[in-house]
Antibody
Framework: EVQLVESGGGLVQPGGSLRLSCAAS????????MSWVRQAPGKGLEWVANINQDGSEKYYVDSVKGRFTISRDNAKNSLYLQMNSLRAEDTAVYYC??????????????WGQGTLVTVSS | QSVLTQPPSASVTPGQRVTISCSGS????????VNWYQQIPGTAPKLLIYSNNERPSGVPDRFSGSKSGTSASLAISGLQSEDEADYYCAAWDDSLNGPVFGGGTKLTVL
């Protein structure tokens, strides 16, 4: 079964740090770009970051550039998101997702169940 | 403010057909296909339509997608109570090297 399982969410104070993890199974992790997508409470979906298969290419939404770092460990079939200098507006459920592509199309499938990050004092 | 524009809500009665629209710009819709995701409240999003009109395995043929120029639409026929969910359109944006999403349409089955 193809599965993504996130962990590492929790309550953190503004300015603090948190590291999210996503464990992948049931597919060839090393063959795919991976992404993080977040959803603030009661709001829509927002793409956060992408990473290519070997980790040499990384892209971020402007609002997290310089604060968040996406990485992966292909030996462990795992994706990470290091979040520093957290702000209240980073409060959201964070989903990891597998990027599927057939040029020029790209879509997310599957998604993990999400992990909640709350930034509050 | 979302990059792609969707109506915030729609409501239909069981058995009816609904169409949800999504509009974008040339930087995202210009050459890139549209995807649709379904999110049942309290759960993770799920891929519904990819590459404008392709259905993943397991998605009923009641769901269909189309795209023309900078507009796209999701049609759901024979609506059932289980279709009550939020629906998001998305397309890759070449300037971001990532996707942009619509704001979502909350579908209520009366």
């Amino acid at each position: 079964e193809v599965q993504l399982v996130e962990s590492g969410g929790g309550l953190v104070q503004p300015g603090g740090s948190l590291r999210l993890s996503c464990a992948a199974s049931g597919f060839t992790f090393i063959s795919h770009w991976m992404s993080w997508v977040r959803q603030a409470p009661g709001k829509g979906l927002e793409w956060v970051a992408n990473i290519n298969q070997d980790g040499s290419e990384k892209y971020y939404v402007d609002s997290v550039k310089g604060r968040f770092t996406i990485s992966r460990d292909n030996a462990k079939n795992s994706l990470y998101l290091q979040m520093n200098s957290l702000r209240a507006e980073d409060t959201a459920v964070y989903y990891c997702a597998t990027v599927r592509t057939v040029t020029p199309s790209a879509w997310f499938d599957p998604w993990g169940q999400g992990t909640l990050v709350t930034v509050s004092s | 403010q979302s990059v792609l524009t969707q109506p915030p809500s729609a409501s239909v009665t069981p058995g009816q057909r609904v169409t949800i629209s999504c509009s974008g710009s040339r930087s995202n819709f210009g050459r890139n296909p549209v995807n649709w995701y379904q999110q049942i409240p309290g759960t993770a999003p799920k891929l519904l339509i990819y590459s404008n009109n392709e259905r993943p395995s397991g998605v009923p043929d009641r769901f269909s997608g189309s795209k023309s120029g900078t507009s796209a639409s999701l049609a759901i026929s024979g609506l059932q109570s289980e279709d009550e969910a939020d629906y998001y359109c998305a397309a890759w944006d070449d300037s971001l090297n990532g996707p942009v999403f619509g704001g979502g349409t909350k579908l209520t089955v009366l």
